[in-house]
């Protein structure tokens, strides 16, 4: 049990620290409300219109196929990497590991050609 006091101090001194920076704050700072406080606040900017208006699909369509080209372009590090290392893919299926990740990035490519065809990435229409 003697090992393990250590970890009990910082432990304690852990909370403690975490119990004193959520307290100290409401103890300590000055509370005089103001309008321009009290005025929403958003990146720098002074609020002009409603924030509660719809948004462009576009920016909807951009954010997922960032999320699916980046969470596809994810598979290929374990891939290089496993390459590399000692305990990685095998020599003699290092051939059809290749194969497949080829036919993985060209399906990629179809599908950022697709998408180029069809306009996404153009913010305006020509």
Do not use: C, N
Request: charged share 20%; aromatic share 16%.
């Amino acid at each position: 049990m003697a090992e393990y006091f250590p970890i009990l101090i910082y432990l304690v001194a852990v909370i403690g620290f975490a119990a004193v920076s959520l307290i100290m704050p409401h103890l300590v700072a000055p509370r005089k409300s103001t309008p321009v406080k009290d005025m929403p606040y958003e990146s720098g900017m002074d609020v002009h219109e409603d924030a509660r208006q719809p948004l462009d699909v576009k920016f909807y369509l951009m954010a997922i196929l960032f999320l699916v080209f980046d969470v596809e372009l994810l598979f290929l590090y374990p891939w290089a990497v496993s390459l590399k290392g000692e305990g990685g893919v095998p020599v003699d299926h290092r051939g059809p590991v290749f194969v497949v990740m080829m036919v993985f990035i060209s399906t990629l490519g179809l599908a950022y050609v697709y998408a180029w065809k069809k306009g996404v990435f153009e913010w305006r229409p020509k």
